[in-house]
């Protein structure tokens, strides 16, 4: 069960000035618990500490940030059931899947352990002509100072973990913003943080309204942003943001490509997870699916068997899969688009009903291009079919859109793999695997609308350091 209240924390300490935050249970929409609000002034206070901060946090060794990343491993492990159960219940996510975030987020932080001690740098031979014959570069990194980070309400562990854990691991300060509506599972890892030697200012974790947040973006004494979310929130945001580095991970609409020699029963099977896994509000869930047309019939009738069998209701029994949308707000928003689909033409294969903020799993073929479940992010459990004759076809159309973060592709012609990786307009391709798939080390992130940079530790540290050369004369 989640406490009754849980304070923010302003530099490396727990605040409880209010419980203004209600959090609600997703699935009953009763109240689950109350937390501490922030809001302009006690943000600044963060900043200016974070900034304070940025010396000690920068020598540290790397042991030092080792081993607070070490604890939290170890304190996520010993709380992993608490976790999950947390996780559950604020963001209505199936009880099985909220175990698979905290397996995810125990991956991450161990990840930044390890690369925690790995910040290399290097030689750079400088004698290319005569007059520098005698001179020698050093290249290190070092961090770039505090950060601002901003994280979603789908992953609300793991995203998180992907922004603290690479700024740990170089030793950058940082204030974060949680998701309103899912705050506590970044709180129950700032009291794991609040327990280790951090220097005063290292971490604030401040759930605060949004029109009191502006400084974590304009203030230039935080010299980057990370924001994971909308394009439409993400792009505004980077426009505001100044001189500081800024990493964007927004939308997506992600295609799936099923070519003939493809194995259609395994192909199936990793769709459903793909499209409808935490009711499809994943930026790479599978939302474009393209299948060659001598398979098409075979796949289409499987799909639609498979989906048909998915339950939804209840997120904390162990057999739910579908669980509800984050609001029902958004829930008939999702039901709305699917219906104007319909009216435009579209085949309803199965699903399109709603119960309250449960939307079942839908499946729709044959729908025009500017359709909004096909042109469009649709964050729910709804995934649209399309037959194409040549592979060419297939590209062409998986890259008619306005995103870019991963696709995946099923075939086993290492010819068409060359020619997906080349010319796919996305982040990551996926070979016989759907694009919702990742692994926490791996570079991610996406191109055109779904954003700029990459996360995935080594590659987030990267982006939160900054080359530092050193030349040397020796005679």
Not at 96 to 103: A, F, L, N, P, Y
Not at 254 to 278: H, L, M, T
Not at 314 to 330: A, M, N, S, V, W
């Amino acid at each position: 069960m989640l406490k009754d209240r849980y304070a923010y924390y302003l530099a490396n300490q727990p605040r409880q000035p209010n419980a203004d935050l209600e959090v609600l249970d997703k699935y009953t929409g009763e109240v689950a618990t109350r937390v501490a609000l922030a809001d302009a002034a006690v943000l600044d206070e963060a900043i200016a500490k974070a900034a304070q901060a940025a010396a000690p946090m920068r020598r540290l060794r790397a042991y030092e940030r080792q081993a607070v990343l070490r604890h939290l491993v170890n304190q996520c492990e010993k709380r992993a059931d608490e976790l999950a159960e947390a996780l559950c219940i604020e963001a209505g996510k199936p009880i099985k899947d909220s175990r698979g975030e905290v397996t995810r987020l125990i991956d991450t932080l161990r990840i930044g352990a390890e690369e925690a001690v790995r910040l290399y740098g290097e030689v750079i031979p400088l004698d290319i002509s005569k007059r520098a014959a005698n001179y020698t570069g050093l290249c290190k990194r070092v961090p770039i100072g505090p950060c601002a980070f901003i994280t979603p309400w789908n992953f609300p562990l793991n995203l998180v973990a992907h922004k603290i854990a690479p700024a740990l691991a170089c030793g950058c300060p940082f204030v974060l913003k949680p998701a309103s509506h899912t705050p506590v599972g970044a709180l129950i890892l700032g009291e794991m943080l609040a327990q280790t030697d951090l220097p005063e200012g290292a971490f604030s974790i401040l759930p605060i309204p949004s029109s009191d947040a502006a400084a974590l973006v304009e203030d230039d004494r935080l010299k980057k942003l990370s924001f994971t979310g909308s394009p439409e929130v993400g792009w505004k945001l980077k426009a505001q943001a100044g001189k500081k580095r800024v990493t964007l991970e927004l939308g997506g609409n992600a295609a799936c490509i099923v070519e003939a020699d493809a194995d259609v029963d395994d192909a199936v099977g990793r769709i459903i997870i793909g499209a409808f896994y935490q009711s499809g509000q994943s930026c790479i869930s599978v939302q474009r699916i393209y299948a060659h047309r001598s398979i098409y019939n075979a796949l289409r009738d499987k799909l639609v068997t498979e989906t048909r069998k998915l339950k939804a209701g209840d997120p904390g029994q162990e057999d739910t899969f579908i669980g509800p949308i984050i609001t029902e707000k958004d829930a008939r928003r999702i039901e709305a688009w699917v219906d104007a689909a319909v009216k435009e033409g579209a085949r309803l294969l199965c699903g399109g009903g709603r119960s309250g903020s449960i939307v079942e799993a839908t499946v729709l073929e044959n729908l025009p291009r500017d359709a909004k479940v096909n042109c469009r992010e649709v964050f729910g459990p709804v995934a649209v079919l399309y037959a194409y004759d040549d592979f060419d076809e297939a590209i062409r159309r998986a890259n008619d859109s306005d995103f870019g973060l991963q696709a995946g592709v099923f075939t086993n012609d290492i010819r068409k793999i060359q020619k997906a990786w080349d010319e796919l307009e996305v982040g990551g391709v996926m070979i016989n695997e759907i694009p919702s798939w990742r692994v926490d080390h791996m570079p991610y992130g996406g191109v055109k609308d779904s954003g700029i940079g990459r996360e995935g530790i080594r590659f987030a540290m990267r982006e939160m350091t900054e080359p530092r050369l050193l030349v040397i004369r020796s005679a």
